[in-house]
């Protein structure tokens, strides 16, 4: 879970937590598809908060402010399963991209992010 909002002095306040999200099963299933996709071992989540709790985390350092999230509808389904109220704004960066830059932008779902991210300012 990584999750990042202006502080209101020119910072960062961060959120970068593995989350365990399946505390209450075997781990061998979620893990294998962890290990597979992300990189993530067994040993990794073993002791990290469960998703619900870090879901919590999230909702404090988020306040009432709007979501820009990779996959928009991805985190509101989430939002739901996890007990948020759906009040949230939540877009996805092709959403954001339709809205801003309408056109063929919007439909490159799967790179969106490389194709925003040459545009921002080396660091």
Same mark, same amino acid.
């Given at each position: ?17 593995? *989350?365990? $999200?399946?505390?209450?099963? $075997? ?5 294998? !598809?962890?290990?597979? #996709? ?10 990290? $908060?469960?998703?619900? #709790?870090?879901?919590?985390?999230? #909702? ?7 979501? *820009? ?6 985190? +509101? ?6 007990? +948020? ?15 801003? *830059? $309408?056109? !063929? ?19």
């Amino acid at each position: 879970l990584l999750a990042l909002k202006p502080d209101g002095q020119g910072g960062w306040a961060a959120l970068d937590q593995i *989350v365990d $999200p399946f505390p209450d099963s $075997p781990k061998e299933g979620a893990t294998a !598809r962890m290990a597979r #996709e992300f990189g993530i071992q067994k040993a990794d989540i073993q002791g990290c $908060p469960a998703a619900q #709790e870090a879901w919590t985390f999230l #909702e404090e350092l988020l306040g009432q402010a709007p979501v *820009v999230a990779l996959d928009g509808t991805s985190l +509101g389904s989430w939002a739901r399963v996890m007990g +948020g109220d759906g009040d949230r704004l939540v877009l996805g960066l092709d959403q954001l991209a339709l809205l801003l *830059v $309408p056109g !063929r932008l919007a439909t490159r779902r799967a790179d969106l992010l490389q194709v925003l991210l040459q545009y921002l300012p080396k660091i």
